[in-house]
């Protein structure tokens, strides 16, 4: 596979989910251009890659965490939420007709922990399967089902209490 087939193929998507993982949309503009830079780098492995979708996520989830160790910062404060919200709902692509819902939504996302805030990008907005998802993170199905699980009840009561 070629790298500009890639990068058309999933350079919006990890764009996205770059974007919320780092909760800023300059830092996922230059971790971008070093997840294809690794591609590269690394081309050689392509014949031996089954599945190139979990494949890419991995690559960039990868590049994500070497640059938030560089940072010194494994996770978001949670109290930044509201700013957390702003990059999140400015890089979702939803189907919300009404931008409070989207808001709201991102709002919710923010203050999920960040590992089931992962799964649930990944699994709704980036459209990758469970499994998939074991294999980007490197997480057994279980645990991945699990965080999936977690984070979707502690979206719904979080969403609920907005409307409270």
């Known amino acids: 596979m070629k790298l500009d087939e890639l990068y058309d193929r999933y350079g919006e998507k990890l764009y996205h989910y770059l974007t919320v993982k780092l909760a800023s949309a300059e830092d996922a503009e230059d971790i ?6 690794r591609l590269a780098r690394y ?4 014949k031996f890659i089954k599945n190139e979708e979990p494949y890419v996520f991995r690559v960039a989830r990868n590049e994500a965490n070497r640059f938030l160790k560089r940072k010194h910062q494994n996770q978001i ?24 819902d989207k808001e709201s939504l991102s709002l919710a996302l923010a203050r999920l922990p960040e590992e089931q805030r992962e799964v649930i990008v990944l699994r709704f907005f980036e459209e990758l399967t469970l499994k998939e998802i074991a294999a980007v993170c490197g997480l057994s199905l279980n645990t991945v089902a699990s965080r999936y699980r977690y984070g979707l009840s502690k979206l719904k009561s979080l969403l609920e209490a907005k409307d409270d």
């Open 43 to 46: 081309s050689i492995r392509w």
């Open 77 to 100: 404060n949670p109290e930044n939420a509201p700013a957390l919200a702003r990059v999140i709902n400015d890089s979702l692509v939803t189907d919300c007709p009404d931008p409070s």
């Open 32 to 37: 971008l251009q070093e997840v294809f830079l």
